[in-house]
Each structure stands twice: as structure tokens, then as C-alpha cells.
């Protein structure tokens, strides 16, 4: 069998009986599909990612077929990519190098559900795992918008936040990862567990540093969560509220969206169901707490549209209300405009509605804000994840600039190199621990603009360096 990534040497004929009994796919298409992302939300990526590919999936269904997989791609070199439901943004599972791409989704087991945690196999889709620890009155402390493809091994690998983190902190945050158990790329593939804060070590690493095969979280008590969506006559208004919902006592929340009214233009399904040409707030509340929250909206100078209970929205046949939130809101744009992208900005602490107002004017007609709330280390922050029409890179770098200049972060969405988007620097940490589960630096290293020039270090020395 020839190399499709036509960058590979090996016989992947052989290379493939040699992984049996693991399953694996080898037609072509279905490869180059699996090489996929969700990279194409950027123009500069998709120019720079489309024509990678790999070689040959291998699909294991267990542990031990995981560590059978990755003693034979030892044996013959081969660069390897771990992938779940290719959720990412940034090509985190596109194989660069192209070689053996291992696909997740066949270990899919929630493991144990207990007071306040849940075991499950790394493939494990998320919808799947609240739906099972719903039953036994526990939900996720947080999840993804795109739950029902995401993996949990996946989520914690290339993840930080999602729904749920306004009320229980990023994913990176103590006591949101309790274990994870990771497997080498060695002779004889080890399996080392990661505990407490030591799961920092490969959390957010792009599946550089080792296979992540078992994953405990966190759970909350669940709770009767009703979708609000609220319209406001002006952005920061929308915002202001959006910063009183986050920091009262007496109103839960597990989602906070706040999206300019031109975004919600590319809403079609709810039309009808909110105001035209308004501004918008997007929360998950307690049914119990609704009339507080109906108050706070009024106070605010907003008008609440809708209120549904899961089974109110199912008998309307309307989508979450977290469809309308995170990256599923460029998903949205993006449905009907390819010419859209995005952007990743964080907001001065704590958050300022003026100071969101006087930024709105600066950007530009072609920047459409949409904030996220989340907690990080116990402070309420927001993050913009605004629609960008893309015209050149030029202009995305004024953009940039002027994000910057007024005091706002930019995590950048457009680089494939893990040092470049939401860590902003090398994490030497991870770096280390790649050297020592992944000493042939097999592992998906063409995404990290540092590790050539430290893998012939020793680990101790290259964590040192970050200290």
C-alpha cells in the first residue's frame, strides 16, 4: 500500500496486518477524512492544512489494543495523531507529518459514575456521559457546545472551558481533573496515571506527550435547568447584564452568552422566537430562580423571550440554547457564509461594560462581538469570540492589533502550533514529559514550534526551563 500523505516511507501493507486483531481503515477517502478538523473555521489554517494527511487509522476498541498500536508504530517510527470526533479548531488530530492516526471512539465506555466524579474511556462522547450520569442525578461540571460528537479524552486534551464553567471554573481549575491514565510510545508501551495536579502535565498538551486512555471528572448535582434567552437594545447593555448574572448569589447559572444582534441575523431557527435586530443574552437558569432572573433582565433594560424547560424544547422542536453559544455561534455563521472566521480575545478583569463599549468602534464593520462568562480561579471573566469577515491576512493583524492595543488578549485561533493559541508560551512541563512517554518524539510534534530544538535534552532539564 502507497503512503497517501505521500510522506512516509513505510510499507503500511505490512504495518497494518502487523496491528491485527486492531481494526483499521486504509481506504484513502476515508483516511483523508479522518485527517480532518474543524480547522477550516480559519482561512490561514485551511490554506496550510487541507493537503495533510495520514496513512492509516488504526481503531482500538481497549487499552490493550492502544498499547499494541503504538508498540508497532514504535517499531517502525511512525508519526502518530490522536483523535476523538475531530472537534478542534486548530488541527490539533490533522496529521502533519502524515503516518498513523489513532481514533478513539471505539473506547466508549463510562467506567464508574460516583459522589461527585466520573470514570470513563477517553472516546466516550460527552452527551453520552451526561445522559448516563443524569439518570444518577449528576451532570458534567462542564462540557463542550459540541457534546454529542466530543470525546472526553478529546475535551481534556484540547479543551478549557465550556458550558458550565461561569458557574464551576475552567477545566484547569483544582478539582476539575481528578485522574487521568496516559499510555508511552516506547518498546513496551507504560501506562502512567496523572492525579490531582500533576494532571496539568498533559492536560491542553494536543495529544503530544502521550495517549490519554481513561479519564476522571468532576460532577455536580444536576439541577432543572430551563434555556433563557433575553434581547437588549444595545450590545452593552446585553454585556452589562451579562456581568450581573455573573456575580449575583442568588441566580444559578451554568451558561452565559452574551451575541451582537448582526450574529443573530444567521439564526434561522429562531426566528419568531426572539426580537429581530436586538442584541442577545444566552443563560441556563434553575427553573426555581426564573422569576429572579426575569427580574434582573428587566432591571437591566431587557426583555426575556424565551424560557423553555428540556421538555418544552423538545415539543418546539428547537436546539439547545447552547447552540447559540461558544464556537457553535461561528458554526452557525459559518453554515451560511464560508467567507466568516473568528477569533479568540480575552477582556480586562473584571469585566467592564464601558470598556467594551468604547472597543465596539474601534474594530470595525467587519468585527461582530460575542462574549463568553466563565470563572477562572474563582473570578468571573469574559472572552470574545468574535465573527470576523475575512478579507486578508493584513487585516486580521490590525484587528489583532487593535484587540491588543485597547488592553485586550489575543489567544490567536489561526496558528496549528500549541504554543501559539491559548497557552501564548511554551509549556515545558508538557515538553518534558514528551520526552520522557515519547522519546522518538512521534507524537503529533510538527504542533509544537519548541520541540525540536529541546528533545535531545534530558526532561529534568527541559522542565527546568520553564521555571
Not at 104 to 131: C, F, K, P, S
Not at 341 to 363: E, H, M, N
Not at 432 to 457: F, Q, T
Request: charged content about 20%; aromatic content about 8%.
Amino acid at each position: 500500500m502507497t503512503s497517501i500523505s505521500g510522506k512516509s516511507t513505510i510499507d503500511w501493507a505490512a504495518f497494518a496486518a502487523a496491528l491485527s486483531p486492531v481494526a483499521v481503515i486504509d481506504e484513502p477517502v476515508l483516511v483523508k477524512k479522518r485527517s480532518r478538523d474543524f480547522f477550516w473555521y480559519s482561512p490561514i489554517l485551511n490554506n496550510v492544512l487541507k493537503k495533510c494527511f495520514g496513512d492509516l487509522v488504526a481503531c482500538p476498541k481497549s487499552p490493550e489494543e492502544v498499547r499494541h498500536v503504538l508498540a508497532v508504530a514504535y517499531a517502525n517510527d511512525a508519526p502518530v495523531v490522536l483523535r476523538g470526533g475531530g472537534t478542534g479548531n486548530y488541527g490539533q488530530s490533522v496529521p502533519m507529518d502524515g503516518g498513523l492516526i489513532i481514533e478513539t471512539t471505539g473506547m466508549n465506555r463510562v467506567l464508574e459514575i460516583g459522589d461527585g466524579y466520573v470514570r470513563a474511556q477517553a472516546g466516550a462522547l460527552m452527551a453520552d456521559i451526561n445522559a448516563a450520569l443524569l439518570a444518577e442525578g449528576w451532570e458534567m461540571a462542564m462540557f463542550p457546545s459540541t457534546q454529542d460528537i466530543a470525546t472526553i479524552g478529546g475535551f481534556v486534551a484540547g479543551g478549557s472551558a465550556g458550558i458550565g464553567s461561569i458557574a464551576n471554573g475552567a477545566l484547569r481549575d483544582p478539582g476539575n481533573m481528578i485522574a487521568l491514565k496516559v499510555q508511552s510510545v516506547e518498546a513496551t508501551p507504560q501506562e502512567h496515571v496523572f492525579e490531582g495536579e500533576d494532571v496539568l502535565q498533559i492536560h491542553h498538551a494536543w495529544g503530544l506527550n502521550g495517549v490519554i486512555t481513561e479519564v476522571t471528572l468532576r460532577t455536580v448535582p444536576t439541577r432543572d435547568w430551563v434555556g433563557c434567552l433575553a434581547t437588549f437594545d444595545t450590545y452593552p447593555d446585553a454585556y452589562a447584564a451579562g456581568v450581573t448574572l455573573a456575580n449575583v448569589s442568588d441566580v444559578g447559572r451554568k451558561l452565559l452568552t452574551t451575541v451582537d444582534a448582526r450574529i443573530c441575523a444567521y439564526f434561522p431557527r429562531l426566528e419568531g422566537h426572539i426580537r429581530p435586530d436586538k442584541h442577545l443574552l444566552v443563560s441556563l437558569v434553575p427553573q426555581e430562580e426564573i422569576p429572579r432572573f426575569r427580574e434582573l433582565i428587566a432591571q437591566a433594560g431587557g426583555h426575556v423571550d424565551v424560557t423553555l424547560t428540556e421538555a418544552e424544547r423538545i415539543a418546539a422542536k428547537l436546539p439547545h440554547v447552547f447552540d447559540f453559544s461558544y464556537n457553535h455561534t461561528t458554526l452557525q455563521v459559518l453554515k451560511a457564509d464560508r467567507s466568516a472566521t473568528y477569533q479568540q480575545v480575552g477582556c480586562p478583569t473584571p469585566p467592564d461594560p464601558a470598556a467594551i463599549a468604547a472597543l465596539r468602534p474601534r474594530l470595525g464593520d467587519d468585527v461582530w462581538m460575542h462574549h463568553e462568562f466563565a470563572r477562572v480561579g474563582g473570578e468571573v471573566v469574559t472572552f470574545d469570540l468574535p465573527i470576523i469577515w475575512f478579507s486578508t491576512p493584513e487585516r486580521l493583524a490590525e484587528i489583532n492589533a487593535t484587540y491588543e492595543a485597547n488592553g485586550f488578549p489575543v489567544y490567536d485561533a489561526h496558528t496549528w502550533r500549541v504554543e501559539g493559541g491559548g497557552l501564548k508560551n511554551a509549556d515545558y512541563r508538557h515538553l518534558a514529559w514528551k520526552k520522557r512517554m515519547d522519546p522518538k518524539g512521534l507524537m503529533n510534534a510538527a504542533k509544537s514550534a519548541v520541540w525540536d530544538s529541546v528533545k535531545d535534552l534530558p526532561p529534568d532539564e527541559i522542565e527546568a526551563m520553564g521555571k
